[in-house]
């Protein structure tokens, strides 16, 4: 999912200082940050602005430029993937302040589990070895796959496992920007790798955390939930772990914390843990999350949506959350809603829709996120006219950013709560 890294000043947009003067930066170095859920601080800093000023001009754009300067709430249509992972190490106390901050009124933690089966904050069970520095430290030796140099067109490569290690040496790593070089000869030069578009600014002091870690910091920010439980790496059951043990286990975190359910939005990939979680916890099973990640879907063609949108409906399914081009398609040029959009309306499904500032500058058509779009997405300004339509003409319930200040700026300046 690689784009070209340099932003550019489109030729036929406005100028982004004239439009920022005013704007304050976000105080974003995030030692003692406040919590803008109690305090109802929300800081969006530049970026918002700079967006609008890179728009063709449209009503749209004259709207957002209105509303630059102006306070932003705090916004359930604003979801925080992972933290605040355009700058911040992903899923660390640092990038979830920072999201928070933003005005998202949702957060995420990923949700796998250690070797001795206790719940931490990880995109992935096999992530360790990009996201934090355990192939610096002695906890190397434990992991799946040591490091292997690049040689020839072989790159250079690790494994490393949240199940490789117990909840204590889990907490003796430290979160980095997700990344890895695999040109690579040494273990220093792996670990770096950062796309040019993203930073290293506040990689440094990425704070790991468990799921019960995240779950009270979330409440003190004033936020709800998003806990996705992720595919084990390892073969199920694990140690007499089982996947319902693990589904299971994710939302006793929350009734543990005296969380309601109705603050919860539990997310899978697996259509099997959403059932689960509908039949077995139905207060939460009533916001379960089906992440639609269907590879041999087209989401213009319904013959292939199996299960039906209608089925799932049936199936007690009532939140479902596609990619965001699988909601979109071009008629004449324009940007509208898919078939797989319209037929998840008509079957009563609320729509959530993944991932707004993953891709990078779109001045090459956005890559895979925009991949029905591409062929009108030319500039970064595009986001805000392709987010536009998710909101009003799609009718999303709320959008996943790596930057949330963007879908929190756009959510306050139309209204929407």
Request: proline share 6%; glycine share 8%; aromatic share 8%.
């Amino acid at each position: 999912m690689s784009l070209p890294a340099n932003f550019r000043q489109h030729p036929r947009k406005g100028g982004f200082l004239k439009q920022t003067a005013s704007v304050c930066l976000a105080g974003l170095a995030v030692a003692g940050l406040p919590s803008p859920g109690k305090a109802e601080t929300v800081s969006v800093g530049p970026r918002p602005a700079y967006l609008v000023s890179q728009m063709a001009d449209s009503d749209l754009k004259t709207k957002l430029e209105s509303c630059i300067g102006q306070p932003v709430d705090k916004t359930l249509f604003s979801i925080s993937h992972r933290g605040a992972p355009l700058q911040f190490p992903e899923h660390t106390e640092e990038g979830y302040r920072a999201g928070a901050l933003m005005g998202a009124g949702i957060l995420e933690c990923d949700v796998t589990f250690t070797k001795d089966k206790e719940l931490v904050c990880r995109h992935s069970q096999s992530d360790l070895h990009t996201t934090t520095d355990i192939l610096a430290t002695d906890l190397a030796g434990k992991c799946t796959g040591a490091f292997v140099p690049a040689q020839g067109d072989t790159p250079a490569s690790a494994e490393c496992r949240t199940s490789d290690i117990t909840l204590s040496e889990f907490r003796t790593l430290r979160g980095k920007m997700d990344s890895a070089d695999k040109t690579a000869q040494t273990v220093d030069d792996y670990l770096k790798g950062t796309a040019d578009w993203r930073t290293e600014l506040y990689g440094h002091t990425g704070t790991l955390m468990t799921h019960a870690e995240s779950i009270d910091l979330f409440k003190d920010l004033g936020v709800k939930f998003t806990p996705e439980l992720k595919a084990p790496k390892v073969a199920m059951p694990f140690d007499g772990f089982s996947q319902a043990d693990y589904a299971q286990k994710l939302i006793d975190d929350y009734k543990a914390a005296g969380v309601a359910a109705e603050d919860v939005f539990a997310q899978s990939f697996n259509l099997e843990d959403v059932l689960y979680w509908i039949e077995n916890e139905p207060e939460f099973g009533k916001q379960a999350v089906y992440l639609d990640g269907r590879r041999n879907l087209n989401p213009l063609d319904p013959s292939t949506f199996s299960p039906s949108m209608a089925e799932l409906k049936e199936m007690g399914v009532n939140y479902l959350a596609p990619p965001l081009f699988v909601l979109l398609t071009l008629e004449d040029g324009k940007i509208v809603p898919s078939p797989y959009a319209e037929a998840a309306k008509a079957a009563g499904l609320k729509l959530i829709t993944w991932t707004l500032e993953r891709s990078g500058p779109l001045t090459s058509g956005g890559g895979w996120y925009y991949q029905t779009v591409g062929e009108a997405i030319d500039s970064d300004g595009d986001m805000m006219d392709v987010m536009h339509v998710l909101a009003q003409d799609v009718g999303v319930e709320g959008i996943f950013s790596d930057w949330p200040a963007t879908t929190s700026f756009y959510a306050s300046c139309m209204g929407l709560k």
